[in-house]
């Protein structure tokens, strides 16, 4: 048996202008998760082809690339992937080391940003010290710590009780507000 062919993505229009919400839903296997990965410059598509302000991403080198994700997009994963040994404050501040702020900016944004999202009082907890929506809420602080043009979330509620996942959805809805 020879090599499969299977198409993830066919026939995929998208333009998002600066300020949209916009949630893409579908059945497992849809092409979600794919989508999310071409946008976020994670896989590149084999035909077609993806702009970011106005960027053809895929005619980027893996430098321009890893630049372009590290301030203007942030990520939010179904997973959370903090970092365990480190606290929500410096889970919050890593981003901003590889973007090359300031430590004393890089500790007051994230202090700023964590507190954003509620959890001033939770600076220096490590994950495993943390409900599941505080993790998530400092995933989401990490995703905001550069101030990306878009924001990524892949399932963002998929590992979330039911009333968790609503403040969530809640949460990134007044994100978007304030900085849309």
Not at 20 to 32: A, F, R
Not at 43 to 65: Q, W
Not at 73 to 86: A, D, E, S
Not at 129 to 155: C, M
């Amino acid at each position: 048996m020879g090599p499969v062919t299977v198409k993830a993505l066919d026939g995929v229009n998208l333009k998002v202008r600066r300020g949209e919400y916009l949630s893409i839903m579908g059945p497992s296997g849809s092409g979600k998760t794919t989508l999310f990965n071409m946008v976020g410059g994670i896989d590149r598509p084999t035909r077609g082809r993806v702009f970011i302000d106005g960027v053809d991403i895929a005619k980027l080198d893996a430098y321009e690339l890893a630049w372009l994700r590290c301030r203007k997009i942030g990520y939010i994963f179904q997973t959370f992937n903090l970092i365990p040994v480190l606290t929500a404050l410096e889970n919050v501040t890593l981003p901003m080391i590889f973007a090359g702020v300031e430590r004393e900016e890089r500790l007051r944004r994230g202090r700023e940003i964590l507190e954003s999202v509620g959890l001033g009082e939770r600076l220096d907890h490590k994950p495993m010290e943390l409900s599941g929506g505080q993790q998530q809420r400092v995933a989401i602080a990490r995703a905001l710590a550069n101030n990306p043009v878009i924001i990524l979330a892949d399932e963002p509620t998929g590992n979330l009780d039911l009333h968790t996942g609503l403040e969530i959805i809640s949460l990134l809805r007044e994100m978007n507000k304030e900085k849309g």
